[in-house]
């Protein structure tokens, strides 16, 4: 199986930065894509960010501009630099991941970090 371990979030002024970061650990073979998602209080859950094994991104409308998710496939984890937050950046962002154990792949999900913006 796969473990995710999320850090990196925390409460921060409108405008402000964090870095979430997500290391993946366990027995597999490859990580093909990697995923933030967040969900807000009474919102659906929403892909945030993405990343394909050789480094092509993607970015939810919202977050174009501000936000920059990268990866090191040496330590198996991905990044999220989020910057300019706004208070509706306030969500708990979770990591998800698609790897390749032995004779199958799947989606593997962090537990998730909780981001607050506020003054």
């Known amino acids: 199986q796969v473990q995710l371990v999320e850090s990196g979030g925390g409460l921060v002024q409108p405008g402000g930065s964090l870095r979430l970061s997500c290391a993946a650990s366990g027995r597999f073979f490859s990580i093909r894509a990697m995923r933030w998602y967040r969900q807000a209080p009474g919102k659906e859950r929403e892909l945030v960010a993405a990343?394909?094994?050789?480094?092509?991104?993607n970015y939810a409308d919202s977050v174009k501009g501000r936000f920059t998710i990268s990866r090191d496939n040496a330590k198996n984890t991905v990044y999220l630099q989020m910057n300019l937050l706004k208070p509706e950046d306030t969500a708990v962002y979770c990591c998800?991941?698609?790897?390749?154990?032995?004779?199958?792949?799947?989606?593997?999900w962090g537990q998730g970090t909780q981001v607050t913006v506020s003054s």
């Open positions: 990343i394909t094994s050789g480094g092509i991104a």
């Open positions: 998800n991941v698609y790897a390749t154990l032995t004779g199958f792949s799947r989606d593997f």
